[in-house]
C-alpha cells in the first residue's frame, strides 16, 4: 500500500507532471503527498534576478532563493490539491539534490519518490548524470520517474 508519497519539484515542465501524477496517485490511494524542493547554492540565473527585482526582493541571494522556493513550492502545492490530493505537505531543503531528497524521503517514511526527468541530451547525461538518475541508485525506496 502506497500511504506516503514524496514527489521532488523545481517547477520545470517535468516536475509539474510529476506533481500532477503523485497528486492523481494520493488522491487515488488516499495517501499523504510531501513536496519537497531542494534549493542549490549557486550563481542566479537572470530570469530569477529579474523576479526578484519585480516582486521587489533585495538583499542575500539566500534571501532571494528562499523566496522563489517558496513559490515554487506553494504552486505545486495549489496543483496537488487541484488534482485531488487531500494531505499535502511542502518542505524545503538545501544541498545535493539527490541526497537531500533520499534523506527527505526516509525521514519521513515515504513509499514511493516521484521525479520528473528533465531529459538531458545523451551526450550531457552520460557525463552529467542526472538528479532523478541519482535518487533511484542511492535509494531503497520505489521511484518514479516522469517524463
Known sequence: M?????????????????VDLAA??????GSSLNIL???????????????AR??????READILEFVARQILSD????????????????????DPATAIVKH????????????SRGLGKVKEVFLGSVSRKVCNLSPISCLTVR
Not at 12 to 17: G, I, L, Q, T
Not at 54 to 59: D, L
Open 105 to 116: 524521503a526516509k525521514r519521513h517514511h515515504v513509499d514511493l519518490i516521484v521525479m520528473g
Open 76 to 95: 505545486a502545492e495549489t496543483r496537488a490539491k487541484k488534482k485531488g490530493a487531500k494531505d499535502v505537505r511542502t518542505a524545503m531543503d538545501d544541498g
Open 24 to 29: 492523481d496517485v494520493a488522491a487515488k490511494y
Open 2 to 18: 502506497i500511504k506516503r508519497i514524496l514527489v521532488a519539484t523545481d517547477a520545470s515542465r517535468a516536475a509539474n507532471r510529476a
Open 54 to 59: 519585480v516582486e521587489k526582493i533585495a538583499g
Open 37 to 51: 524542493h531542494v534549493v542549490r547554492h549557486m550563481q542566479l540565473p537572470p530570469e530569477l534576478l529579474r523576479m
